[in-house]
């Protein structure tokens, strides 16, 4: 017998939606923000450099710099990088649109590339066929919190003279052949947006080995002047020269302390996020009504989202039916992502009909991201697993 629905009447699965991602704050977090608010510096003080260089260590990185979001670690990326008009920087189809807008930020062209079938990972076949003279960089995108093929990848971009830039939003304690998720490119950016891994409300980071491309994006992040207001007080002197254009990128000093703190639990929720993705791998393994996304073998997967595809043609529903039944049950799913190019903003400009990333475009009406954050028990994860069956069963082709 079929359970009735709740989007037919039927009684949900769960009484309170279960969102897709959200922080975890715990009394530490919110001792070491007050303590900020109670000293000398609310920004450009001692909690910048303190976070950077623990972040810094955490990857396994030479250098950390602090910006005001995931959106500005781009943009700081690829102004450091010396992005330009008339260049072109490679970003998958499959991504946050701030991936390619940052490139737009510089006067660059976004030039998207398509993804693979099973991981929707950054094709590295159909990147090698979108280089062209004026190509300057990859954007790798670790979609999910699963690392790039970064050897493949790392080849490309040393054959034709290429920057690699990870976006990493995704994937902060993921790894790849050993190697940490913020080692594995020229820059990696991070996000800590509070769907994110670890957050400060809003903020980002880049993590390089390159002391010279991290110069230049503090000074970016500071208006493009070569001091701070804190080393000018220190000195106690008043010049300070402006030597290129750049912005307000800054992180506060709260937002750091609050960064501090949430790294310190940034292993133990990956680790959560990895045993809440077994349960759902586990559960789905022989199910014809959907597939998860496959995981590469050697590598550690971040799982910032949980992403199953829809096998439409053994189903009476499109994604879009599945969606609306599984919130009704209490289950907050969301879709991970509208390829960039087909924004309507996207569209207006030249070389992004409909039809360039074929492998994108289908899987987008296929996919959708299941809740996992690490907050989340075991009963939830079951209410999880007990609604996607539920619901896929009511919508199965006979
Ligand atoms: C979240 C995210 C960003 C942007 O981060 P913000 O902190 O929201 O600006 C960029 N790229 C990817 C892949 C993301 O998931």
Redesign the pocket.
Same mark, same amino acid.
């Given at each position: 017998m079929l359970e009735k629905l709740a989007i037919e009447g039927g009684t949900p699965v769960r009484q309170k939606l279960l969102p897709y991602g959200r922080q975890s704050i715990d009394e530490a977090d919110i001792a070491a923000v007050v303590a900020v608010l109670r000293s000398d510096w609310l920004t450009t003080g001692p909690n910048v450099g303190g976070f950077e260089r623990a972040f810094a260590e955490f990857v396994g990185a030479k250098e950390a710099v602090a910006v005001n979001? @995931?959106?500005?670690?781009?943009h700081a990326a690829y102004h450091a990088l010396g992005i330009g008009p008339g260049d072109e920087v490679i970003v998958p189809a499959m991504?946050?649109a701030?991936?390619a807008n940052a490139v737009l930020y510089q006067g660059g062209t976004p030039v998207f590339a398509d993804v693979e079938r099973d991981t929707l990972l950054l094709d590295p076949a159909d990147v090698a066929a979108r280089i062209t003279p004026r190509t300057r960089a990859i954007a790798a995108?670790?979609?999910a919190g699963q690392p790039c093929d970064y050897d493949a990848l790392r080849a490309l971009a040393d054959a034709h003279g290429l920057a690699l830039v990870a976006?990493a939003?995704?994937a902060p304690g993921a790894n790849y052949r050993g190697r940490a998720v913020g080692t594995l490119a020229d820059l990696s950016?991070f996000?800590?947006?509070p769907?994110?891994h670890l957050t400060t409300a809003?903020? @980002?980071m880049i993590t390089t080995d390159d002391a010279e491309l991290a110069r230049r994006m503090r000074s970016f992040r500071n208006h493009g002047i070569t001091t701070d207001h804190r080393q000018r007080e220190e000195r106690g002197s008043w010049a300070y020269e402006m030597v290129e254009l750049g912005y307000n990128y800054r992180l506060s000093d709260l937002q750091c302390a609050l960064g501090s703190s949430q790294l310190k639990k940034l292993s133990g929720w990956v680790a959560r996020r990895q045993a809440i993705a077994a349960r759902y791998s586990e559960a789905f393994s022989s199910s014809e009504l959907l597939s998860p996304l496959r995981v590469q073998p050697g590598v550690s997967h971040g799982y910032?989202l949980y992403v199953i595809r829809l096998n439409l043609a053994r189903l009476i529903a499109d994604r879009a039916a599945v969606y609306s039944a599984l919130r009704a049950e209490g289950i907050g799913v969301n879709v991970?992502y509208i390829p960039v190019h087909l924004h309507p903003f996207y569209q207006q400009r030249p070389g992004n009909a409909p039809g360039l990333c074929p492998v994108a475009e289908a899987a987008y009406h296929e996919i959708l991201s299941l809740p996992i954050f690490p907050a989340m028990t075991d009963d939830d994860a079951e209410s999880v697993i007990r609604a996607v069956g539920k619901v896929l069963e009511a919508f199965r082709k006979n």
């Open positions: 979001s @995931g959106t500005a670690a781009l991504t946050f701030a991936t995108v670790d979609y976006d939003c995704h950016t996000s800590f947006h769907v994110k809003e903020g @980002g910032h991970h």
